[in-house]
């Protein structure tokens, strides 16, 4: 796995590809290509929502690279949304930047500078998520809080935290593990978390 980070103001964001040895060539890798969109200014935050959840893993440790994360890249749509070269297990040279990766270069250098300029000139991320041929929320609900703190839609941000449920928290239904939160415990924390950034932030 490699990445590619790109900061631009509060942004980062980061291209992803993953390759394993192809089962049906051994000259080439399966690869698997996706990209993402973060706010990195919200990791404390981020950290502090998850940090003794039953449900989900806090973006600590191995799982660092996730804090603040918001979006990630559109399925492909021909015609409609997104890049044909996203989310798909492409083989490509395992040896040598051959015909089939110089083809793939040339799809970013025209296809990345357009997803990223889609949020990084938007005037309101929020609202740009929901219009976006090239972007998918990653987390309906700390990725929608975190995009609408940045946009200091305070009012908002409340009324999504308290919007949230029990459901929302734990989806699958699992039983909270010992010495962790309940999904209900967890919901208290969040609400009183994004209260208190409020409060300390508005103006």
């Given at each position: 796995m490699c990445y590619y980070r790109l900061k631009q103001g509060d942004l980062l964001f980061e291209l992803s590809i993953t390759a394993s040895p192809s089962k049906y060539d051994h000259t080439k890798w399966s690869t698997h290509i996706t990209y993402y969109a973060s706010l990195p200014k919200f990791g404390k935050l981020h950290v502090e929502?998850?940090?003794?959840?039953?449900?989900?893993?806090?973006?600590?440790?191995p799982n660092s690279s996730f804090k603040g994360l918001f979006a990630t890249s559109r399925n492909y749509v021909p015609g409609q949304r997104g890049f044909p070269w996203v989310r798909r297990f492409l083989h490509l040279e395992n040896e040598t930047i051959g015909?089939?990766?110089?083809s793939l270069l040339r799809q970013f250098d025209r296809d990345l500078p357009i997803a990223w300029a889609d949020l990084s000139v938007a005037d309101d991320l929020y609202e740009q998520m929901f219009q976006s041929k090239y972007w998918a929320w990653y987390d309906l609900l700390h990725g929608q809080l975190f995009t609408l703190l940045h946009q200091q839609r305070w009012d908002d941000a409340l009324e999504h935290v308290h919007s949230w449920t029990e459901k929302d928290i734990n989806p699958q239904g699992f039983e909270a593990e010992p010495g962790k939160w309940?999904?209900?415990e967890e919901l208290d924390n969040a609400i009183r978390l994004v209260t208190e950034y409020v409060d300390k932030h508005r103006k």
């Open positions: 929502l998850q940090k003794n959840s039953s449900f989900s893993p806090p973006p600590t440790g015909p089939t990766w110089c309940t999904a209900q």
